[in-house]
Every structure is written in C-alpha cells, then in structure tokens.
C-alpha cells in the first residue's frame, strides 16, 4: 500500500440556507469525520456538490478544509473540471495548501480522444507538484477510459493511482493485478467488501460521512480474516444506501447530518428536498444503529 491508502470520506460541503458555502460549517463535519476513525478526506468531489460551484468556490472550500484539517489527517483534494485551465487553478492551489494528492474526473461532455484526456492529466500533475489519483466514473462522467487506457494512464509515475466507483469488481481486480504498485480505492459504498476482499488500498465514499466507522471495520474485518463480522457491517452501510436511495443521496445525508447537529445545510439546486416520508424512516433507522457518540456529537 501507498503513503495514501486507507479510508476517507467523499467529504460534503456545508452549504448555508441561501445555498451560499458555509465555512462555518466545516470544521464540525470534519471533526465528525475523523470521529469515526476515517484516515482523510477526499474534498472537492461529486458528493461535495463540486459541479455546482464556480471555481472560485471550490478554491475557497479546498484553502478552507486545509485550514483547519491537515494536520490531522491526509487530504485528497478533486481538482477534476470540464476545462484543462480551471483543474490546473484548482491542482497548483492544492499543492500550495499542503494536500498530499489530487484527483480528477476525466474532462467530460466533449468526445476527447485518449490523447487530450492524457495531456489533461498531465497538466494537473504538473501544476500540482503531488501524486494524481484518477477518478474513474464513468456512469456520471460519461467516459470509460477502459482497462487499457486507465493502465497506460497508471505509466506516469506522477499518477500513484485510481478512485474506481463502478460496478465491475473484475475490472478492478485486473487493474488491482496489472499494477501492484499502484493504490486503488473503492467508490461504489454497497460493494466496498468485495473490493476490500479483492485486495483494495483503501476506499471513498459519500455514506462514509455518516458512517465513516462502518468501512473502517470492514477493512480492519477484511484483513483479520473476520468475513462474518465484515458481512454483518457491509449488511449495515447497504441498509443505510437503500434508505439512502428513496430519499436521494445527497439530500438525504445532508438531513442526517444536520439532524445530528453537524450543519451541513441543504444541497444545491437542481437538488431538490427530500420527501417526508422517507426521511422519517431514515431518521428511524439512525436512532436504531448509530453508536451513542454518533447521535450525541452535537452535545459532546
């Protein structure tokens, strides 16, 4: 394993009730965060509703995380953007603020053959002065790199690695096989025991916000041989994804974190509330499985 494996949450950004970035909101997420055990944080990417903001705020959200966080943990910063200009801003800043990597989505919307999408990454390395970790989603992003291509991006010994949020743990365990050198973190929350028992570095993902403790023990399961007691908390974090799935991901954790007292505020539009109903079976199914440190942060 790397200098930046192990189990970070796909942090959220705090947001105020005018949908405005809430700095005041993060270092109650953070804290929550490493409550729970969590190794670093992963900021700036598709959980952090970083698609949502203009570039000047995730500069802001990326100089503020550091502030106040990375003494405490490591930092993974998603620089990723839709042009090479912006991803480069956002890597040099980075950099300069002490992240111990970056990462990117590939350049999307645009068809861009494997040499554009090459020389993108190369100008983040670049500007960024620390190891890249590709961030592989092809489901949102719209371009699937491929075994092969992800393979001959992992050459450049600047790229130390891969975000794999897919569905096809073969892939993975090819990539895993090809490149032994490299880390490779698991993106897909409902699957991380099957990438952990295939021989993942570490793993990133959005309910790890909430429950950051459960992947930890699924890694530390995994790797004692404990399949059963990694079961039964795989079996948890998949109770939580499918509650998760009624009430929209993203609005759904917001309202459990701030429901805890860790004011995180609402998504952004296009986002919209999610329903009642569901969110009252969410609140249930936290008061039932959350650890008393968890549901008592906010009177700590």
């Given at each position: 394993?790397?200098?930046?494996?192990?189990?970070?949450?796909?942090?959220?950004?705090?947001?105020?009730?005018?949908?405005?970035?809430?700095?005041?909101?993060?270092?109650?997420?953070?804290?929550?965060?490493?409550?729970?055990?969590?190794?670093?944080?992963?900021?700036?990417?598709?959980?952090?509703?970083?698609?949502?903001?203009?570039?000047?705020?995730?500069?802001?959200?990326?100089?503020?995380?550091?502030?106040?966080?990375?003494?405490?943990?490591?930092?993974?910063?998603?620089?990723?953007?839709?042009?090479?200009?912006?991803?480069?801003?956002?890597?040099?800043?980075?950099?300069?603020?002490?992240?111990?990597?970056?990462?990117?989505?590939?350049?999307?919307?645009?068809?861009?053959?494997?040499?554009?999408?090459?020389?993108?990454?190369?100008?983040?390395?670049?500007?960024?002065?620390?190891?890249?970790?590709?961030?592989?989603?092809?489901?949102?992003?719209?371009?699937?790199?491929?075994?092969?291509?992800?393979?001959?991006?992992?050459?450049?010994?600047?790229?130390?690695?891969?975000?794999?949020?897919?569905?096809?743990?073969?892939q993975f365990w090819q990539?895993?096989?090809?490149?032994?050198?490299?880390?490779?973190?698991?993106?897909?929350?409902?699957?991380?025991?099957?990438?952990?028992?295939?021989?993942?570095?570490?793993?990133?993902?959005?309910?790890?916000?909430?429950?950051?403790?459960?992947?930890?023990?699924?890694?530390?399961?995994?790797?004692?041989?404990?399949?059963?007691?990694?079961?039964?908390?795989?079996?948890?974090?998949?109770?939580?994804?499918?509650?998760?799935?009624?009430t929209g991901v993203l609005?759904?954790?917001?309202?459990?974190?701030?429901?805890?007292?860790?004011?995180?505020?609402?998504?952004?539009?296009?986002?919209?509330?999610?329903?009642?109903?569901?969110?009252?079976?969410?609140?249930?199914?936290?008061?039932?499985?959350?650890?008393?440190?968890?549901?008592?942060?906010?009177?700590?």
């Amino acid at each position: 394993m790397g200098t930046n494996s192990g189990i970070y949450s796909a942090m959220l950004t705090p947001f105020n009730a005018d949908h405005s970035i809430s700095i005041a909101g993060i270092p109650a997420l953070v804290d929550y965060s490493l409550m729970n055990g969590l190794d670093g944080l992963y900021v700036g990417g598709s959980s952090g509703e970083s698609i949502l903001q203009s570039a000047q705020e995730r500069a802001l959200v990326l100089t503020e995380v550091a502030a106040y966080a990375k003494t405490r943990c490591k930092l993974i910063a998603h620089v990723g953007a839709p042009s090479t200009r912006d991803a480069v801003s956002l890597a040099r800043l980075a950099g300069q603020q002490g992240y111990n990597s970056v990462s990117a989505i590939p350049p999307i919307y645009y068809p861009y053959d494997f040499e554009s999408i090459s020389d993108y990454y190369k100008s983040i390395v670049d500007a960024a002065g620390v190891p890249l970790i590709i961030y592989n989603l092809p489901a949102l992003t719209g371009v699937d790199l491929g075994t092969d291509g992800l393979l001959k991006l992992l050459e450049d010994d600047s790229i130390c690695g891969v975000k794999y949020t897919a569905q096809n743990l073969f892939q993975f365990w090819q990539l895993r096989q090809a490149a032994p050198d490299k880390d490779f973190f698991f993106g897909t929350d409902e699957m991380f025991l099957g990438a952990s028992a295939m021989g993942a570095d570490g793993g990133i993902g959005s309910t790890y916000n909430l429950i950051g403790d459960v992947y930890v023990g699924i890694s530390k399961a995994v790797a004692a041989g404990d399949l059963d007691g990694a079961r039964l908390l795989q079996n948890k974090a998949n109770e939580l994804v499918a509650l998760l799935l009624t009430t929209g991901v993203l609005p759904g954790l917001k309202h459990a974190l701030n429901y805890l007292g860790v004011p995180v505020g609402p998504c952004r539009r296009p986002f919209r509330p999610a329903p009642e109903a569901a969110l009252a079976q969410l609140e249930a199914w936290m008061c039932d499985n959350l650890t008393p440190s968890q549901l008592n942060f906010s009177k700590a």
